[in-house]
Nanobody, 120 residues
């Protein structure tokens, strides 16, 4: 079974850093887009950043200049610097247009989420 596994969340003071990691398990052929979303308490899930297989990268305005996304063939990382209390959220890894070795169909995957808490 193919899935995404995240790690790296935790508690940090404002101005500090966290590095999130996401790895795939299972037999993956290709992943077109890997990215990170977040959901703060009482808010909708929002896109933070994504990185395509052709290395196109984009960030939410709130992340520009502070967060850096990078990826390998089937891994993705999010380096978060200069963190603010409003960055507190559950962060989800996402993979779009995933092709596995067992099917020609494309699927989308979500990780289980990792909590990042920024104290003031």
């Amino acid at each position: 079974q193919v899935q995404l596994v995240e790690s790296g969340g935790g508690l940090v003071q404002a101005g500090g850093s966290l590095r999130l990691s996401c790895a795939t398990s299972g037999s993956i052929k290709t992943i077109d887009v890997m990215g990170w979303y977040r959901q703060a308490p009482g808010k909708q899930r929002e896109l933070v950043a994504y990185n395509t297989i052709s290395d196109r990268i984009d960030y939410a305005d709130s992340a520009k200049g502070r967060f850096t996304i990078s990826r390998g063939r089937d891994t993705v990382f999010l380096q978060m610097d200069s963190l603010k209390p409003e960055d507190t959220a559950v962060y989800y890894c996402n993979a779009k247009r995933v092709q596995t070795t067992s099917s020609y169909r494309y699927i989308e995957l979500w990780g289980q989420g990792t909590l990042g808490t920024v104290s003031s």
